[in-house]
């Protein structure tokens, strides 16, 4: 099936089309002619009728080729990663002195996948429905024996903890919760999130639905803390309904099968047990 890449003035952008009936493969244009190129490869990739499952067939297909090279590593983690298991044995006893929320835009290029994979969909319901969409996190100050240091948790693919670098809050709104329990250890602050659901929900990722603010907003409540901050869930929570029931359904198995690769990565290169030493220093 012959496509092309052609300018639009009204509306001004680029689209793919093609070359023999003029169909066009996105409701809106692209922006740059960059963009629309990246749409034709994965068109020309998968010759058969890219309108309904065609990409979808495809990426499915190389998510799965590559999934079946890391049958090996036992598939996605339903656990913390080695490393982050050993920094909570050296450190999970710390007493949590404060708690910072933070929520910055997603990043570019992960919007600019969404959108290929569905073909324009999700440019134009963020257009519509949502002023932006953010990636949360949490910052967790604490204190070990007489040491203060701050950590940053999120949920990705997989739960993270990194040490806190101003460089990670440029251009991120906060919200800081007040009245934390005193001698609230890190280990109880997250064993509590842990206890109150399935290991599937708590380690798995799904941009729809088990994401960055869900995770956020289950270590709050489930430590009592969102009934002092009632406004951090107001900050926390977006609606991703709109999203979740106007994706195509192929674009949303894509972006899922994207993650899960991701997480089965992640154990083909940090494993499932304990390493010798953390890769988390301060």
């Known amino acids: 099936m012959p496509f092309q890449v052609v300018k639009s003035d009204k509306p001004r952008g680029w689209y793919v ?23 034709m490869k994965a068109l020309y990739a998968n010759v058969e009728d890219i309108q309904g499952a065609g990409i979808g067939d495809f990426l499915k297909k190389g998510i799965s080729a590559v999934k079946s090279r890391l049958k090996a590593f036992k ?50 319901l963020l257009n519509k429905s949502y002023d932006e969409v953010y990636h949360l996190f949490l910052k967790i100050e604490l204190n070990k024996s007489g040491t203060s240091f701050s950590i940053i948790i999120e949920k990705n693919a997989v739960i993270g903890i990194k040490p806190f670098s101003p460089n990670d809050v440029v251009n991120a709104q906060s919200y800081v919760i007040k009245d934390i329990p005193p001698n609230l250890s890190l280990n109880a602050f997250l064993n509590k999130a842990q206890a109150s659901t399935s290991p599937e929900v708590y380690f798995k990722y799904d ?21 002092s901050n009632p406004d951090a869930k107001k900050f926390i929570y977006q ?3 709109t999203l979740k029931a106007q994706l195509p359904s192929f674009s949303q198995k894509i972006m899922k099968g994207i993650t899960d690769l991701a997480g089965v990565a992640d154990v083909a290169i940090h494993g499932f047990g304990l390493l010798n030493k953390p890769d988390i220093g301060f």
Not at 106 to 114: I, R, W
Request: aromatic fraction near 8%.
């Open 207 to 227: 941009a729809l639905s088990t994401n960055c603010q869900e995770y956020i907003l289950r270590l709050l409540e489930s430590n009592g803390l969102i009934v």
């Open 75 to 124: 598939g996605i983690r339903l656990d913390y990663s080695p490393s982050i298991r050993q920094f909570l044995q050296s450190n999970g006893e710390s007493i949590i002195t404060g708690l910072t929320i933070y929520r910055a835009p997603v990043e570019k290029y992960v919007k600019t996948l969404a959108n290929i994979v569905s073909l324009g969909k999700f440019k134009e």
């Open 239 to 241: 609606d991703m309904g």
């Open 17 to 39: 089309v093609n070359s023999e009936t003029k169909k066009k493969y996105s409701t809106k244009p692209f922006k740059t002619k960059r963009q629309a190129m990246e749409q």
